[in-house]
């Protein structure tokens, strides 16, 4: 059993095999439901797409800073500029497929939100508006006074009526009339994530979802990592110029309880006990596998090898 723990602790961890050179110098790094990885540098503003196994799929040479927003969808990957005022759309292969032009339009846009294939949400940040605006057929569906602050604005997200703001040091929302609904410290924030109806923040070093106007939960850290990110599967993280991943259910056991979680989890336990002297097994056999499942059943990578042990001296005893 010793062994068996070992070994699930051991695939936790998986080390990917790509270069460390193409690392040394990633300003961030973007992973893909795919499994595919895109490695943004700052040095020669290039944007790098590798698979699962470290193959360069394609590679864009910027002229300009832009921010790479999303990969969740790998057929279409928005990067926006703010120096250049336009937003770029790329395929899987990398190759440009739609541009997006503010600077006829509009004054001076500090962030965008691409919410589809159709629509953006844009922070006009000289006349103070959040603004919907279909970029296919150039129409601006609705404008709405946004008087924030866009002093170290990191990204931007729409979604349910309400507007996610990311700094490097908060998160704040609001709703569509600019009221605030919830402000916390976030430390190095660098972008949102959204999956289905969660709301994530990737900073750093750490990966934060955001329990609805009550608190930001920690459900990946790692204070050595240079940079880190997720997809539905796995987080990924760059540590010591190396790519390392783990598995999305094994770290499960490890992330914060919420509150509710907490509650239900007591309720479970104190029912637990009358159920069990319900039914209790009169073969002291029975009892010690009734009870082994139990623990198992419970937290598979929290069972005690000690516990095991106590308890197969107990029955033993009972039984003498």
Not at 163 to 170: A, E, F, M, N
Not at 220 to 225: G, R, S
Not at 293 to 301: H, L, R, V
């Amino acid at each position: 059993m010793i062994c068996m723990f070992f070994f699930c602790s051991l695939q936790a961890q998986k080390f990917l095999p790509l270069d460390t050179l193409k690392l040394k110098e990633a300003k961030d790094m973007l992973a893909d439901d795919y499994g595919n990885l895109y490695i943004y540098k700052n040095k020669d503003f290039s944007l790098t797409k590798y698979d699962s196994l470290g193959r360069q799929i394609g590679k864009m040479m910027l002229t300009v800073p832009y921010k790479v927003q999303t990969v969740q969808n790998p057929l279409s990957v928005p990067l926006f500029s703010e120096n250049a005022q336009e937003l770029k759309f790329f395929d899987q292969n990398m190759n440009e497929i739609q541009r997006v032009d503010f600077k006829q339009k509009f004054g001076f846009i500090k962030m965008t939100y691409a919410e589809d294939l159709q629509q953006l949400w844009l922070l006009d940040e000289s006349t103070k508006r959040l603004i919907q605006y279909n970029f296919r057929n150039e129409t601006i569906i609705n404008s709405y006074p946004f008087d924030a602050s866009f002093d170290d604005l990191m990204d931007l997200l729409v979604y349910e009526n309400k507007v996610y703001i990311l700094t490097r040091q908060h998160i704040r929302v609001y709703t569509f009339k600019f009221e605030k609904i919830f402000e916390a410290p976030i430390e190095n924030g660098k972008r949102f994530r959204r999956e289905n109806e969660n709301i994530l923040v990737i900073t750093q070093n750490a990966i934060l979802k955001y329990i609805p106007e009550k608190e930001m939960v920690k459900i990946f850290q790692d204070p050595e990592a240079q940079i880190v990110d997720k997809n539905t599967l796995s987080y990924f993280e760059i540590k010591a110029n190396k790519l390392y991943l783990y598995s999305l259910e094994k770290n499960k056991e490890n992330q914060p309880q919420t509150e509710t979680e907490l509650q239900t989890k007591a309720t479970e336990q104190d029912v637990k006990p009358s159920e069990q002297n319900t039914s209790e097994p009169d073969n002291p056999e029975e009892k010690l596998e009734k009870e082994t499942q139990g623990i198992e059943d419970k937290n598979p990578a929290e069972s005690s090898l000690q516990k095991l042990i106590e308890d197969i001296s107990t029955l033993e005893s009972a039984g003498n």
